[in-house]
């Protein structure tokens, strides 16, 4: 009896553990069920995420800007903003979206051509809006568009109270005719341009599909909507930002910055090598030749600025090379420096800086260096081939600045003779336009002359707008041509330019005191061509790949470059600005990739007079592989940051003071909405099937030990 109890013991016993064995194994699988379960259901997520959202993945939106008084753009709610899209193709479309229509706030998909300030002010004033979508418009608009001021730059150029009076403001002559400050406006609401006429024909038909009214019927749901997402983290103005960044980096740490200084780099060189440590001689002279190199537009980081800023610095860049290649230049008694300001569009960022760090002695060049001054201001658009030089009135009281002035168009006419074009000189009564001199001639009298395509006002309709592209100032390309036949092909606006870039170089050698025969210097117009196709249409062509080194390829793509200046230096114009100088007035030496990394290990005495590059070089011809050189040049950069921030001077009205918000995430996407009622019917479905659920757990969990307990004692077994 004792032997068969033993055994039955031992048979329950197996029987627990076998249990036990069973119910870990079950277990285990149950986990890998659930693991499975989450990881199938991840994907699932991500699954049903495409199905329900359309992403934008080709827009461009409205960000906030702030400056010392006011913040200036757009921003949505925090978690973005979202509303049922209506299509406003025309004016009466907006009676819809203003008052008739039954489902606001609504997201407005806008033609391009009514994108105007006074609709955008009505918009402005109502709450049934909550964001707007911009389609480009294409061709341009003929009646001109530009979102920039009538007056720009006012207030910080050399015109004010104290001097010139009478042309404060543009009281004398409005530049900017057609401008309608619309960039300069604080909305409350996200807006976005639609880059892709794919993806805006995508909304039109989720549109047509889903919310277009009926014959005058209400549309039913489901709905087309639209989710904007474009949440700034600064307000006010740049003092107040820059304040909350300041308190934050002192007593956090991880601070969080709200916004940032515009900022970037000025890129210059010299025509005689100097060295850019020691500085010049105080006798030394030298001709500022300048332009700007950054543009602007309603939208952040679109800003083709084809008139308005790459016309002029390619005219300065051909200029540059036909200097270059004159046989006596470096015997000439004066220097030539060959400067591209960048930020111009905002208050004069880069030449305020630079004429900053000339006063207090932070850069080689001093501002009683500067013999006379060169501006390229807009030059694309020449009416009947006249090209107008404009000058200070003030300045010219003196006699001296008077004389200078006067020698310095004379011989700017007499370098145009002969060429398919006239200089002529404005009254003498008008001022100078907005320009990077008036921030030079702020500081200090000096004698100079900004070259304009425009007598008055601007000959360009679209200043500051993302209509001011390639074929605004009226480049055209045959059809059929391959990329490469298209870098090379010599436009009549390359040829145009071509023609100011020789007159500019033939007057710059005689101021600098050059005797010889100006016939021979003669900008290459198939190179202004390659430039036009590089800053204005594709940067990714084989010229450019062949002048920038093997680690910025990055820089280059097959959309067309933007001249917007940022807040994270370099940007890419200021880069290729960089390279494409080097490659045009630098030279080819023998060195090892080594030595022109590190110059300072060579033995050269020239090494401080000079910047190195290591560039890709062409491909050979024989191979898809490059042929890699060394770029000996003049060329150099230095800050292009308000000296505002510098000196901790927020609130300034002396010198540029705009900051860029910082934001977390900016995107678009549409998708269907259902009603508020089956809204509301499937969130109380869900609570309940949530408390049925809970409630279920609780009873599972409290009989656990009757619905999974251990298999009960089968008893006393009898044989």
Not at 301 to 309: H, I, K, L, T
Not at 346 to 360: H, K, L, Q, W
Not at 600 to 611: A, F, G, I, L, P
Request: overall charge neutral; glycine content about 6%; hydrophobic content about 40%.
């Amino acid at each position: 009896m004792a032997a068969r109890a033993a055994g039955g013991g031992r048979r329950r016993m197996g029987a627990a553990v076998q249990w036990n064995r069973g119910s870990r194994a079950a277990g285990a699988l149950l986990r890998a069920l659930l693991f499975c379960l989450l990881g199938c259901g991840s994907c699932w997520g991500n699954s049903v995420e495409k199905k329900i959202y359309i992403p934008l993945n080709r827009t461009a939106p409205c960000v906030r800007l702030l400056n010392a008084t006011h913040q200036i753009g757009c921003q949505s709610s925090l978690n973005g903003d979202t509303g049922v899209i209506h299509v406003v193709e025309k004016d009466q479309d907006l009676n819809w979206v203003l008052a008739d229509g039954p489902h606001p706030p609504y997201m407005v998909l806008l033609e391009g051509e009514l994108f105007t300030r006074e609709l955008m002010l009505w918009l402005k004033g109502t709450s049934r809006i909550s964001g707007l979508a911009v389609a480009i418009s294409k061709p341009s608009p003929e009646q001109g568009f530009s979102p920039g001021l009538k007056c720009p730059n006012d207030g910080f150029g050399v015109y004010s109270s104290e001097y010139g009076p009478q042309y404060a403001h543009c009281n004398w002559t409005t530049w900017n005719p057609l401008g309608n400050g619309l960039s300069y406006e604080d909305f409350n609401f996200p807006i976005f341009l639609l880059e892709d006429a794919n993806e805006t024909e995508v909304i039109k038909q989720c549109y047509r599909d889903h919310n277009l009214p009926q014959n005058g019927s209400v549309p039913e749901y489901p709905l087309c909507a639209m989710q904007l997402f474009a949440h700034m983290h600064a307000v006010t103005s740049t003092v107040t930002c820059m304040r909350r960044s300041s308190i934050q980096s002192t007593f956090s740490l991880n601070p969080e910055v709200v916004c940032d200084p515009l900022s970037d780099y000025n890129v210059w060189s010299t025509l005689k090598p100097i060295n850019a440590s020691s500085g010049i001689a105080p006798t030394d002279e030298v001709i500022i030749v300048a332009t700007r190199i950054d543009s602007h537009s309603f939208f952040w980081n679109v800003a083709p600025g084809a008139e308005s800023a790459v016309s002029s610095f390619v005219t300065h860049l051909a200029a540059a090379e036909a200097l270059h290649k004159v046989p006596d230049v470096q015997m000439l008694p004066r220097n030539i420096m060959f400067t591209f300001f960048q930020g111009e569009t905002f208050d004069y960022i880069g030449s305020s800086r630079m004429v900053y760090d000339m006063v207090n002695n932070k850069f080689p060049i001093k501002l009683d260096n500067i013999h006379s001054f060169l501006e390229l201001s807009q030059v694309a658009l020449r009416n009947s081939s006249v090209l107008w030089m404009h000058t200070d009135p003030v300045s010219q009281m003196n006699r001296s600045i008077q004389t200078q002035v006067k020698t310095l168009m004379d011989t700017l006419i007499n370098s145009s003779l002969g060429a398919n074009m006239t200089l002529q000189e404005v009254s003498q009564s008008q001022p100078l336009p907005p320009s990077s001199f008036q921030r030079f001639l702020k500081a200090q009298d000096i004698a100079g002359v900004v070259l304009a395509d425009h007598r008055t006002s601007f000959r360009n309709r679209y200043y500051q707008s993302v209509y001011d592209t390639a074929e605004n100032i009226l480049m055209k390309y045959p059809e059929g041509l391959s990329p490469e036949e298209t870098l090379d092909y010599v436009t009549d606006t390359a040829k145009s330019l071509a023609e100011v870039a020789t007159v500019v170089a033939r007057a710059l050698y005689q101021l600098a005191g050059g005797t010889g025969n100006t016939s021979a210097i003669q900008a290459d117009p198939r190179t202004v061509s390659r430039m036009l196709y590089g800053f204005l249409i594709k940067t990714n062509n084989s010229w450019f790949q062949s002048i920038i080194k093997q680690d910025l390829k990055g820089l280059l793509g097959n959309e067309p470059p933007q001249h917007y200046i940022a807040v994270s230096p370099l940007v890419n114009t200021t880069q290729l600005v960089q390279y494409v100088l080097a490659n045009l007035t630098g030279t080819v030496v023998n060195f090892t990739k080594e030595e022109c990394l590190n110059p300072e290990k060579t033995s050269s005495s020239e090494r401080e007079m000079y910047d190195y590059t290591w560039v890709q070089g062409s491909k050979d011809p024989n191979s898809t592989s490059r042929v890699p050189f060394c770029v000996q040049s003049t060329v150099h950069i230095t800050k292009a940051l308000s000296p505002a921030f510098e000196l901790k001077q927020w609130g300034s009205t002396e010198y540029s003071t705009w900051t860029e918000s910082r934001w977390k995430d900016i995107r678009a996407r549409i998708f269907l909405i259902a009603s508020k009622e089956l809204e509301i019917i499937t969130l109380v479905v869900g609570i309940v099937i949530l408390i049925l659920s809970l409630l279920a757990t609780y009873f599972i969990n409290a009989k656990a030990h009757v619905l999974f307990s251990s298999p009960g004692d089968p008893g006393a077994v009898a044989y």
